[in-house]
């Protein structure tokens, strides 16, 4: 089945910083979204990406759709210690159909 | 403004029982999605369902793992037999329209399933 390959997988930052992290795949997918997940939560969508190069943003954070489907990357700027969590990448579409396939996810601890 | 509603949030099953974890999705919603969720990993495709039917369940187990999702009340995920390896947080997400149309899914807290 389809996989994501996402990095890094784990971020030690300094409050301020900015925070960049992307997730590759070896297939087509039709729909990017990033979601955040905070322990004992459920993900929480961030961000949604529906064309090829598409640039969108929310916030402090940006994400974009890679020009040929396959990769988006997510960042965040001007960091916060609300920003500490696990921050996931999914596609759908292409082969997966309607189901959302996740990365591996990437665990982000802001110092304050 | 209720999201998606998931019960029991904790379960602690010995080996052998049946686990039942129940999900109502948002209002207007029609789609339901069941995901697993193993300690330090990202999340797993179980099955996807609508009213009264099951549209994709290609990442369930095809032993003991059962889903619906009836004309009435809430779709119910259900581990019959339960082992160790079960444990997990199984999370439920629903969608408004044809997942061709959004990728929007929202997802409920979760049910952290323990088994003894």
């Known amino acids: 089945g389809q996989q994501l390959n996402q990095s890094p997988q784990s971020m030690f930052i300094q409050e301020g910083e900015d925070v960049s992290m992307n997730c590759t795949s070896s297939?087509?997918?039709?729909?990017w979204l990033w979601y955040k997940q905070d322990p004992g939560e459920g993900p929480v969508l961030l961000i949604a990406?529906?064309?090829?190069?598409e640039l969108t943003s929310n916030g402090r954070l940006t994400a974009q759709f890679g020009i040929t489907r396959k990769d988006s990357f997510l960042n965040i700027s001007a960091s916060i210690p609300s920003d500490v969590g696990i921050y996931f990448c999914?596609?759908?579409?292409?082969?997966?159909?309607?189901?959302?396939?996740f990365g591996e996810g990437t665990q982000l601890t802001v110092n304050p | 403004n209720a999201g998606v509603m998931q019960n029991p949030r904790h379960l602690v099953r010995r080996r052998g029982q049946e686990a039942r974890l129940r999900c109502s999705p948002m209002k207007g919603h029609s789609h339901v999605y069941w995901y697993r969720q193993l300690p330090e990993e990202g999340l797993k495709f179980m099955v996807y369902l609508q009213k009264e039917n099951i549209i994709d369940e290609s990442g369930m187990p095809k032993e003991r793992f059962s889903a619906e999702f009836p004309k009435e009340g809430p779709s119910i995920l259900r581990i019959q037999q339960v082992v160790r390896g079960d444990s997990a947080a199984y999370f439920c997400?629903?969608?408004?329209?044809?997942?061709?149309?959004?990728?929007?899914?929202?997802f409920g807290e979760g049910s952290r399933l323990t088994v003894l």
């Open positions: 990406l529906y064309k090829a190069g």
């Open positions: 997400a629903s969608s408004q329209g044809q997942p061709a149309n959004t990728g929007e899914l929202f």
């Open positions: 297939s087509i997918f039709n729909t």
């Open positions: 999914a596609g759908q579409g292409g082969t997966s159909g309607s189901r959302l396939t």
